[in-house]
């Protein structure tokens, strides 16, 4: 086990997939789909999160599986950016930048986790979106939680005030720098720049605009030895590299990544990772046309499960979705 690479996620099938116009603006990684039929790439993007569910399963991973039959959530398939939860049993839900993103927030979801993990409280960020104060979870802030720092490339998805929240609330410490991509836009998420894991770190530092930043940033990834840096480039970012996940599953610990990120690293880049974890390519090429890849995809679950052990493998029913409601921090619903 490790505290940094959970054994279970949440992950949304959407019913209805399709990039995100409103985001095309300023999310650099996205593609859209232009003069693609909407039900093929619906349903290409279907299956792309069922054969994405099944291989985290086949390798030990509880999968959570929900299902979204609504037309009007595009990035519903990226849950990690309105939810996370943390050891101790803490839920935290965000606030998000683009309007027809916060109705992805489902409250059947919170309370699933509540029945099946020891949840003691839920923390409600999501009140800062009437002052235009934005933090877009795991997208925006990439967490070690060994080392406790939320790591934040500067955005309108990462204001530093819910930042200063969220860390003060969870014990982190907040490590905000400004990061661009190769034609010098701002990085979008910050998940798509890095990955932590247990003993190796995937970070694009090249991408980070202060010399002195950069240079923190990676010996505070290396923890005093404790990972190993593998820097990125900014065609590896672009390609997905950083945006991975470390799970553990049934025979140890794996990196979850798309199959277009695996092949855009180098075999001494693969020889790193697979020293401590196995490398679990998925194939998601639709969902990427979104500008998010597999670590959008999945919420990791920090939480100690009720007993008996969720069954891996159990879908999720499909129960109407609704806007989650506030909670206070004793998770009684508001």
């Given amino acids: 086990m490790s505290v940094q ?3 279970a996620v949440v ?3 959407p019913h209805h997939f399709t990039p995100n116009t409103a985001t095309l603006a300023d999310n650099a990684f996205q593609a859209g789909a232009a003069g693609a039929d909407p039900s093929e790439v619906a349903a ?5 999160v069922t054969r994405a569910a099944s291989a985290l399963e086949d390798a030990g991973v509880t999968v959570h599986l929900f299902e979204d039959e609504a037309s009007d959530r595009p990035d519903s398939v990226f849950p990690n950016n309105w939810i996370s939860t943390h050891s101790g049993g803490h839920i935290a839900l965000y606030p998000m930048y683009t309007p027809n993103r916060r109705r992805e927030r489902r409250s059947d979801i919170v309370e699933t986790l509540k029945a099946m993990y020891r949840v003691q409280d839920v923390i409600d960020y999501s009140g800062l979106e009437y ?3 934005f933090l877009e979870g795991t ?3 990439v967490l070690d939680h060994e080392g406790r720092i939320a790591y934040a490339a500067r955005s309108n998805r990462a204001d530093p005030v819910a930042l200063e929240r969220f860390c003060t609330n969870f014990g982190y410490e907040p490590m905000v720098f400004d990061a661009v991509d190769a034609q010098g836009v701002p990085v979008y998420h910050t998940n798509v720049l890095m990955c932590v894991g247990s003993e190796f770190a995937l970070a694009g530092l090249d991408l980070v605009v202060s010399p002195s930043r950069r240079a923190e940033i990676a010996d505070r990834l290396a ?3 404790r990972r190993e840096v593998v820097p990125l480039s900014a065609a590896q970012v672009a390609e997905f590299c950083g945006n991975a996940m470390e799970l553990c599953g049934r ?6 990544l798309s199959r277009r990120a695996f092949d855009a690293l180098l075999p001494t880049q693969l020889a790193v990772i697979e020293r401590t974890a196995t490398v679990l390519p998925l194939d998601v090429p639709t969902i990427e046309l979104a500008g998010g890849s597999v670590r959008c995809m999945l919420a990791g679950v920090h939480l100690d499960p009720r007993s008996p052990r969720p069954v891996a493998g159990e879908a999720m029913p499909a129960a109407e979705p609704v806007q989650a409601p ?3 921090r004793s998770g009684a619903p508001t």
Avoid at 44 to 48: I, K, R
Avoid at 251 to 256: F, I, N, P, S
């Fill in 139 to 141: 997208g925006a802030m």
């Fill in 223 to 225: 923890g005093r030895g």
């Fill in 44 to 48: 290409a993007a279907f299956e792309e």
């Fill in 5 to 7: 690479a959970p054994s």
């Fill in 326 to 328: 506030g909670y206070l």
């Fill in 11 to 13: 992950m949304v099938r």
């Fill in 251 to 256: 025979e140890g610990r794996v990196l979850a």
């Fill in 131 to 133: 002052d235009d104060v």
